[in-house]
């Protein structure tokens, strides 16, 4: 046994490059452990990194996937704390370790930081290498599956509500597009968090799903004016927080429902990231522009408690296997899904 399956990008394009290939299975160095990978989620990220970077440069050939819920294979040398066999799940953002941000506890700004499945190999095969101090315990309620949809929406809504935001009980939070996975995690830990959640939406079935998961207003973006419908349930008020990782189609929109002292973040922009917004009503009602990258692992840590206890629930639309991985790439760039799609490797 010294090959493994697993999906390999080697030039960007189409999801036609993404190929299942045999290949050597990955030894652990100092510090780092070997999964045997059960499940990788998708994230946008997966498709920008496919069809190649906006900004630097991606070194191929990669394997993606930075959502990974596994077993520990085998443990590289100095590796303490963990055994083989443990079930876990992966913090996917490495790190310096000695820059002034990581040193203040901000890996999220550490110019140095890499994240699995964009700059090293990930887990959308058999086997992956990550360090041991990028590891979770998997809370024993879940499944793989149900592990692999956690980390990169959940500690991205956390660091964006909780860290960056600073949600209040109380508070309108307003979270864009509610079938998407930032925003099925967010929905969840605003509602958690005391505010009163506003979503947008595409179809009834997702409303009524963003509805169980805490949304306490949806709106129809295609069949209504939802900002107008935001103004008219607040009596004119407003929203104080704005979710948003649509970008340049919801952001000027999304501006005009901010109360006086409202904020906005933003940590993506896939339906475009230049857009042209009024100036004065930033300054005029005390708006505040707030980005958000990522989320660190005590982020994902916080998260994963409120998992564990059963206050916040993954959210998988559609299980494939790896054989399967360019359809799961076809769900993503369809929006035809409401939370994770998932990758099962047996
Ligand atoms: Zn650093």
């Given at each position: 046994m010294s090959n493994m399956t697993a999906a390999v990008l080697r030039e960007h394009g189409d999801r036609n490059k993404i190929q299942l290939e045999q290949i050597p299975i990955p030894e652990p160095g100092p510090g780092e452990v070997r999964l045997r990978v059960r499940a990788c989620a998708l994230n946008w990220l997966d498709v920008g990194v496919r069809r190649g970077p906006k900004f630097g440069t991606i070194p191929l050939p990669l394997i993606g996937g930075g959502d990974i819920?596994?077993?520990?294979?085998?443990?590289?040398?100095?590796?303490?704390?963990?055994?083989?066999?443990?079930?876990?799940?992966?913090?996917?953002?490495?790190?310096?370790?000695?820059?002034?941000?990581?040193?203040?506890?901000?890996?999220?700004?550490?110019?140095?930081?890499?994240?699995?499945?964009?700059?090293?190999?990930?887990?959308?095969?058999?086997y992956t290498v990550v360090p041991a101090e990028n590891l979770l315990p998997k809370p024993a309620n879940l499944s793989f599956t149900?592990?692999?949809?956690?980390?990169?929406?959940?500690?991205?809504?956390?660091?964006?509500?909780?860290?960056?935001?600073?949600?209040?009980?109380?508070?309108?939070?307003?979270?864009?597009?509610?079938?998407?996975?930032?925003?099925?995690?967010?929905?969840?830990?605003?509602?958690?968090?005391?505010?009163?959640?506003?979503?947008?939406?595409?179809?009834?079935?997702?409303?009524?799903?963003?509805?169980?998961?805490?949304?306490?207003?949806?709106?129809?973006?295609?069949?209504?004016?939802?900002?107008?419908?935001?103004?008219?349930?607040?009596?004119?008020r407003g929203t104080d927080l704005v979710q948003d990782n649509v970008g340049a189609v919801t952001w000027p929109a999304a501006l005009k429902t901010l109360a006086r002292n409202g904020r906005l973040v933003t940590c993506g922009s896939h339906s475009g990231a230049e857009v042209e917004i009024g100036i004065g009503q930033i300054y005029h009602r005390q708006l505040s522009i707030l980005g958000s990258n990522g989320g660190t692992y005590q982020d994902l840590a916080s998260a994963l408690q409120l998992i564990g206890e059963g206050h916040l629930h993954p959210v998988v639309d559609t299980v494939l296997p790896l054989e399967e991985i360019r359809d799961g790439h076809h769900l993503m760039e369809e929006h035809g899904h409401f939370g994770k799609v998932v990758i099962e490797i047996q």
């Open positions: 819920a596994g077993t520990i294979d085998a443990l590289g040398p100095g590796v303490a704390g963990w055994e083989t066999g443990d079930e876990v799940l992966v913090y996917p953002l490495v790190t310096c370790g000695t820059c002034e941000f990581c040193r203040r506890g901000e890996p999220t700004t550490c110019p140095d930081h890499q994240i699995i499945g964009e700059h090293i190999d990930g887990g959308l095969a058999e149900e592990a692999a949809a956690i980390p990169v929406v959940f500690m991205t809504a956390w660091h964006m509500l909780v860290r960056v935001g600073k949600l209040q009980a109380g508070e309108r939070a307003l979270i864009l597009g509610a079938g998407g996975g930032v925003a099925s995690a967010g929905i969840q830990i605003a509602h958690h968090a005391g505010a009163h959640v506003f979503t947008t939406t595409s179809t009834p079935e997702k409303m009524t799903l963003a509805r169980e998961l805490g949304a306490d207003e949806v709106f129809n973006y295609r069949e209504e004016d939802w900002v107008a419908s935001v103004l008219e349930v607040t009596n004119g």
